[in-house]
């Protein structure tokens, strides 16, 4: 798979796919990250990407010619072009799984009060915020989103069985982690994972992930599928 940037600070971007278990994807040949620039396609001797909004207001838009020519650069007849706008709708984890099976992710990242949006017309086959909170550009909600989709690229992450218990995979939070040493600042690790009781330990983590749920996502609990085992573990005390 590859995920390529279209973005005015490229060296920025591609900082936040370059490290850690990102950079070993890469190495694996797994996954490539690539990033073009759009002020690499302006016109002028001063490279101009923004203009003035039509009807007036504040700030500068970037400029659909140049934007353009930056995606016609980039884009192929597989390709999979996304926008990040303020105004888009929620990115989820289902986004994520969906478009870690595309072959090449186009992530368009804008800057200044947005982009003409006569390139969003031409272009866009989805258009995503990252959540209901203002950033400066799309820079970092390319890069989450990235981030996100990438983990899911088979073989990326280690051990696959690490996908199942991932927030989201089915509904629910995670449950809490713990390790070595056994008390810390007073605080003990609970019994059972200590208890070599596999059983034991999954119904444990089992309920910790609906305790969680319900008490600090109730939107989340609401559409969980529930199991007579779920039924069970949250009436005990
Ligand atoms: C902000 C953004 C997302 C997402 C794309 C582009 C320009 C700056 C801006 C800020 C307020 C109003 C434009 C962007 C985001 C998010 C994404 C752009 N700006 N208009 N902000 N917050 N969650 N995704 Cl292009």
């Known amino acids: 798979m590859k995920i390529d940037f279209v973005t005015l600070f490229p060296e920025t971007v591609l900082a936040w796919t370059d490290f850690s278990i990102l950079r070993r994807a890469q190495d694996a040949g797994l996954i490539q990250f690539g990033a073009v620039n759009p002020r690499d396609f302006a016109k002028d001797a001063h490279r101009t990407v923004d203009d003035s909004p039509y009807g007036g207001g504040p700030g500068m838009v970037m400029k659909p010619d140049v934007l353009g020519e930056a995606l016609d650069s980039v884009h192929t007849e ?3 072009i996304a926008f990040t706008d303020p105004s888009g709708e929620l990115f989820s984890q289902r986004h994520a799984r969906e478009w870690s099976k595309k072959s090449h992710l186009v992530l368009v990242c804008g800057h200044y009060e947005g982009i003409d949006q006569r390139v969003a017309d031409e272009y866009a086959d989805a258009i995503v915020s990252i959540g209901d909170f203002v950033l400066t550009g799309g820079e970092l ?3 989450v989103i990235a981030d996100a ?11 696959p069985e690490s996908l199942d218990e991932d927030a989201f995979a089915d509904g629910l939070l995670s449950y809490p982690q713990y390790t070595r040493p056994p008390e810390w600042k007073g605080r003990r690790v609970p019994e059972v994972l200590q208890s070599g009781d596999h059983e034991a330990i999954r ?13 600090r996502r109730p939107d989340l609990f609401a559409k969980a599928p529930l199991t007579d085992e779920d039924i069970d573990l949250l009436r005990e005390r």
Do not use: H, I
Request: no cysteine.
């Open 203 to 215: 119904r444990w983590r089992r309920k910790q992930r609906l305790l969680a749920t319900r008490a």
């Open 149 to 159: 989709v990438a983990r899911l690229v088979p073989g990326v992450l280690g051990s």
């Open 78 to 80: 597989d390709s999979f």
């Open 141 to 143: 909600a390319a890069a």
